[in-house]
């Protein structure tokens, strides 16, 4: 079995905010001494925000959540915010318009977000995460309230400058009254839970820092405290693409959404350019053993270490231990020698899933009509000649007759995959007619 680093902070570093610095979690912030004098003295509250407009959280989030959790071990006090108001609204993209979800959805991802949440962060002891949501100080804020409470400290021109506004304003589409009164609502946010309990820090993406300054800026001007804003860097691929929901290839912490196996499988792909700043940002690995990974990398690529601590280290965050070994286990069974009928279905559909080639069939599908459908033979005779050299299976056991099916070969009664040779693969879906 897999046997994952715990989960602590490096002991090499006396100041978490040196051990951030080090993973490369801050990108840009308010007082980089004052931050570091401050989380290096007596706990503080700080929170992060999540907005419910999607039914799970994804990888960017993941990252705020990896740095919660460690400045949750330092002894400071989390709050994590998820936005029952704000999440009607959607902050600026700087393209578009969001599409408005209905209050009954937003209140339904309301609560899947926070049980999300609480698989990451620590709900026991001094430093125990305390879950809020914005809705409950909006919902009974008259309009003529929250403009001369709250809109007063607002200026304009300040809230024009702000990278996704001012985008949208040279857009065709220009931006509405409620997504430019995005960046009020979160400054808001900050004020309410200073005044609730006493937070004195923001951390978020580095995309929201428009929206994270607003808070700082309120404080200052409401209530004379000179709060703080860590906006960490963006996730992106090789490539410098983000990854996301709005880019269409997000990464989702709901095992529904993105399955233990895809999840484990992405970070086992990932570039040797990025894979050291992923163990960083990712895993709760000491500096140590990267540094280690980091070498191997350099010195011997090809056998990819880095990327499969990674994987392991990142997929049993997510989503444990015994998933993990599960995804670990269908990799072997696909590429290696395990045993695919070991596994579950949810892990055995995810793996088939994976394969780039596919077809779907009838439970009596003829075995050399499948070869040839999903590709790995180009014809019916170039086939027959695979499978009398005894190089063709069907969930690796090798078979023999040209005249075979997969009748009473499915897994689970439903899948099946296809090798030629020792790595050309093909899935097959074979799922009753509805």
């Not at 407009?53 to 990252?63: D, Q, R, V, W």
């Not at 004195?200 to 404080?219: H, P, V």
């Not at 695979?386 to 040209?402: C, H, L, T, Y």
Request: glycine fraction near 8%.
């Amino acid at each position: 079995m897999i046997d994952p680093a715990p989960i602590q902070l490096d002991p090499a570093f006396d100041n978490v905010w040196d051990e951030l610095q080090y993973r490369g979690s801050v990108h840009v912030s308010t007082d980089p001494e004052a931050l570091r004098t401050l989380l290096g003295g007596d706990p503080i509250t700080f929170y992060c925000g999540f907005d419910p407009t999607a039914p799970s959280l994804h990888l960017g989030n993941l990252a705020q959540l990896i740095v919660m959790r460690r400045l949750q071990l330092a002894g400071h006090r989390p709050l994590a915010l998820v936005g029952g108001s704000t999440g009607l609204i959607g902050d600026p993209k700087p393209t578009s318009e969001r599409q408005l979800n209905t209050r009954e959805t937003v209140a339904e991802w309301v609560t899947y977000l926070q049980a999300q949440v609480l698989r990451f962060l620590s709900d026991e002891g001094e430093s125990a995460v305390r879950l809020v949501n914005n809705l409950d100080w909006t919902a009974p804020l008259s309009t003529v309230d929250f403009l001369r409470e709250v809109g007063k400290h607002f200026r304009v021109g300040t809230m024009l400058r702000k990278d996704a506004v001012a985008a949208r304003m040279e857009s065709d589409e220009g931006i509405s009254y409620a997504e430019f009164s995005y960046q009020v609502l979160q400054g808001m946010d900050f004020l309410e839970l200073h005044r609730r309990y006493g937070c004195l820090m923001q951390t978020g993406g580095s995309d929201q820092w428009g929206n994270l300054t607003a808070g700082t800026e309120l404080l200052r001007k409401a209530e004379g405290v000179h709060a703080h804003a860590i906006g960490t860097p963006l996730i992106t691929d090789a490539e410098g693409r983000k990854f996301g929901k709005s880019e269409g290839n997000a990464v989702w912490l709901d095992a529904n959404l993105t399955t233990p196996y895809a999840m484990y499988q992405f970070w086992l792909n990932q570039d040797d350019a990025i894979v050291v700043q992923l163990l960083k940002s990712f895993t709760f690995l000491p500096q140590e053993r990267i540094e280690q990974l980091a070498t191997a990398t350099a010195e011997a690529p090809f056998r990819r270490e880095a990327q499969r601590v990674l994987a392991i280290e990142a997929t049993s965050f997510i989503h444990g231990a015994d998933a993990t070994q599960q995804a670990i286990d269908a990799s072997q069974a696909l590429f290696g020698s395990g045993d695919l009928a070991a596994l579950d279905l949810p892990t055995l559909a995810a793996a088939v899933g994976s394969l780039d080639k596919q077809a779907t069939a009838t439970p009596d599908a003829p075995v050399l009509q499948l070869l040839q459908e999903t590709g790995l033979v180009d014809s019916l005779s170039d086939g027959r000649r695979a499978i009398a050299q005894g190089g063709v299976s069907v969930n690796n056991e090798r078979i023999d007759d040209p005249g075979a099916t997969l009748d009473g070969r499915l897994l689970h009664g439903r899948f099946a995959v296809l090798r030629r040779g020792k790595k050309t693969l093909a899935g097959v879906d074979a799922a009753p007619a509805a």
